[in-house]
């Protein structure tokens, strides 16, 4: 269960929000996502999350690439839009 879920009481009426950071201008605004599965886009990636994907963005918008490393530019190809992330994989 995420943390968002939380079945707890509170003062946020079961609502959760501990753990959680900011979320940007796209998380749960209902605004356009900058990329859509099947695009494929150039980026520079930014850094290397905990589990090793880099992390690179484009527009503001989060792009999460498995075996990317940080300073490397690369096209990918978007696989996956979530709600506040996307995910995509290196093509060249």
Known sequence: ??????????????FERRGRRGGGMYA???????V????EVDVEV???ASKGD???????FVIFIKGATQGQKVK???TEVKER???GEIIA
């Open 1 to 14: 269960m995420y943390q968002d879920e939380g079945m707890g009481g509170g003062s946020r009426g079961g």
């Open 28 to 34: 749960n605004s209902g605004a356009p996502k900058p």
């Open 36 to 39: 859509k599965p099947g695009d």
């Open 46 to 48: 930014e850094a290397v």
């Open 54 to 60: 880099g992390i690179a963005k484009k527009d503001g």
């Open 76 to 78: 990918v190809r978007i």
């Open 85 to 87: 992330f996307a995910v």
